[in-house]
């Protein structure tokens, strides 16, 4: 994969297939420590110990059509290639984080690549489910959530809109 918002789109549709109705995308990149930290959390079905193990092996795969699943493989070999690393965090019935840390000043780093248009993608490929999306550059912090305005289950406002009207700002 070309770029870290390919694997984003990968790690979201694994979610999707496994059942999840929030996906939660964090990107924190750290300048003065030269790192950059991706995270993607679900509320699917997630992985019992032994699927968990073999998530990042390229001959493994639990879809029933693909004799190999490279999606993990790949996100793990592109955090190690700039000597960071790849944890999947999973428990049956918990959901599935999957962490991958790169070096960001390394040669191999890969660049982001087009994150609005991947989380455009997946919202409008799968508008049932709640992707969350937090970016974090030094102090700088970018957060969009795909909830469709007004209350929430609990009866708060949510959503983009639904932030604007809780603070009174009036929406474009």
Do not use: Y
């Amino acid at each position: 994969m070309e770029d870290l918002s390919l694997h984003i789109l990968d790690v979201a549709e694994n979610a999707v297939r496994a059942g999840a109705s929030e996906i939660f995308i964090e990107i924190e990149e750290q300048p003065e420590r030269g790192t950059l930290e991706l995270r993607i959390r679900d509320d699917g079905r997630g992985m019992d110990a032994v699927t968990a193990r073999k998530a990042a092996d390229p001959f493994f795969t639990t879809r029933e059509k693909a004799r190999v699943g490279l999606g993990l493989p790949l996100l793990r070999q592109a955090a190690e290639d700039t000597g960071g690393g790849l944890r999947i965090v999973t428990g049956e019935g918990a959901g599935t984080e999957v962490i991958a840390s790169f070096q960001s000043g390394h040669p191999d780093m890969k660049p982001i690549g087009d994150v609005p248009g991947t989380l455009a993608a997946l919202i409008a490929g799968h508008p049932a489910v709640r992707f969350v999306f937090d970016c974090r550059t030094g102090t700088e912090r970018t957060r969009f959530d795909s909830r469709p305005p007004g209350p929430a289950p609990d009866g708060r406002a949510s959503g983009q809109a639904g932030r604007r009207a809780a603070e009174g700002v009036r929406p474009w």
